[in-house]
């Protein structure tokens, strides 16, 4: 079987935030339309260093990854990144290679700006369940509300139940769990529904759960910083 490729647009997602905010306009939100490579061995998205600051993205922090040959090493990690490939669309972080390598679409703001304090943003610290049999984070509209989350797009869903539904979905969130992060998009659920954490995040902080104590724990092989695999 031959290479995969696709034609998709990428946007620094935190310029698409403030122009929503008319604190920039329209036309000078940052992106690109490219190919790239669809490679599902690989878990997260890869850019290289001439698209991260062509789309003026952050370095957001670093993670171990293991390469194509085999070979552990530590590589930034980039964003957030609107992907949007034909009528679909999803935020996410990459690891960013170096030079002009190519780029891997894996199997899947302001403040630093100063143009708010660190004290206006927006968080919270809740319980959430840990279902690796869900794919995607799942929050309710309180919890979408009190982040002040804008709606992206909609996802058609199937809920425990076995029922299809379409929900909305909201972002970009970034997720701690002790010194573990993450960026993701979440389907939202009305009301004050439980929250969920799904697969994609946890393969991303690399944290597994304990099945005698029922507590999510980072791995213990790499307790310091995530590893994943870009192969």
């Known amino acids: 079987m031959g290479l995969t490729y696709a034609k998709f647009k990428l946007t620094n997602a935190e310029d698409i935030g403030i122009a929503s905010r008319n604190l920039m306009s329209e036309q000078d939100v940052r992106s690109m339309t490219t190919d790239i490579l669809i490679d599902t061995g690989a878990f997260m998205m890869v850019i290289n260093e001439n698209v991260r600051e062509q789309l003026g993205l952050r370095i957001i922090n670093k993670k171990t990854v293991e390469l194509a040959d085999g070979r552990i090493t530590d590589l930034p990690v980039a964003g957030p990144i609107k992907v949007e490939f034909e009528n679909r669309d999803s935020i996410c972080n990459a690891v960013v290679i170096p030079g002009n390598g190519e780029l891997l679409m894996g ?32 929050i309710n509209e309180n919890v979408r509300e009190q982040l002040g989350l804008r709606i992206i797009n909609k996802k058609t869903v199937e809920l425990a139940d076995g029922r299809i539904t379409d929900l909305p979905v909201a972002g970009p969130i970034k997720v701690e769990f002790e010194n573990r992060d993450s960026i993701c998009n979440a389907v939202v659920i009305p009301g004050n529904g439980e929250l969920l954490m799904g697969a994609i995040t946890l393969e991303e902080m690399d944290v597994i759960i304990d099945p005698k104590e029922q507590k999510l724990k980072v791995h213990p092989d790499r307790p310091y910083m995530a590893q994943l695999k870009l192969k």
Not at 118 to 134: P, Y
């Open 107 to 138: 199997d899947i703001e302001v403040a630093s700006r100063n143009l708010m304090s660190e004290q206006d943003v927006r968080s919270m610290t809740t319980d959430i369940l840990i279902d690796t049999g869900a794919f995607m984070m799942v």
